[in-house]
């Protein structure tokens, strides 16, 4: 998986800081809740991810606070959108790659 890194700006647009992700294992809790906010099934476009985000946002920052827990609720405030966007999907993906990856027993009792 490739690195995730988020930039916190100034008013100027320079970087005040640069956090790169703490990858964690999310919960199931955590993942549904993700699937729930973002209704995935729904979502045809990154216009649209954004306009979720932005519905969301106290819950999106606490989950991202997780994978990048260096990164203060004040700061996520000077987050770039254009960033956090692809964090997230690249988020969302790695979570159902890690689901997919879970062994079905096939076996009847």
């Not at 005040?16 to 549904?32: E, M, N, P, W, Y």
């Not at 045809?44 to 990164?71: C, H, K, S, Y």
């Amino acid at each position: 998986m490739k690195n995730l890194v988020i930039n916190v700006y100034d008013e100027n647009d320079n970087i005040l800081k640069t956090s790169t992700a703490q990858i964690v294992d999310l919960r199931f809790g955590t993942v549904r809740a993700l699937m729930k906010l973002f209704e995935v099934d729904n979502i045809n476009d990154t216009a649209e991810l954004m306009r979720t985000v932005l519905t969301a946002w106290g819950q999106v920052t606490a989950i991202l606070g997780r994978v990048f827990p260096d990164i203060t609720d004040d700061e996520w405030e000077n987050v770039k959108l254009g960033e956090l966007i692809p964090v997230l999907v690249v988020i969302l993906k790695s979570s159902f790659v890690q689901m997919m990856q879970i062994p079905a027993d096939n076996e009847k009792n």
